[in-house]
């Protein structure tokens, strides 16, 4: 059992942090905040704003600390859903569903047509990307 809950702890925040910069973020941080928030109602608020400082956190990070970050962030979070999933095990439902929710957001996220057009000129250039995070040194 104790693997299991590792495994679904460590998908939940693998999926908190990859959604941080992709169009299911929204659905990521409603599903997540209610979860975390199952015993206290009243803290989805404060749980909401947790995961978006961690998502600030992660998008400000340069190239030289996005490693550490990322790997900090999802530790912090894999620990907190594993706390969660051993002192409510109920919880285990309410975060498949969510990661599959997250899933499904992925996906459609990705499914539609991107067209980027730019023109640059003399000794211009051109960054183009259709989502994710870039960084341009």
Known sequence: MDADISGL???????????????????????????FSRSQPQALDAVAAELEQSREDVLAADDETQGGVLSSQEDQWKARLRMLLITDPTAVGELQKVLDAVAVSSVDGRSGNVTLKAEARDFGRVYQQGSGIQFNA
């Open 9 to 35: 702890a460590a998908a939940g925040a693998s999926a908190i942090i990859g959604a941080m910069a992709t169009d299911a973020w929204k659905v990521a941080k409603q599903g997540f905040a209610r979860i």
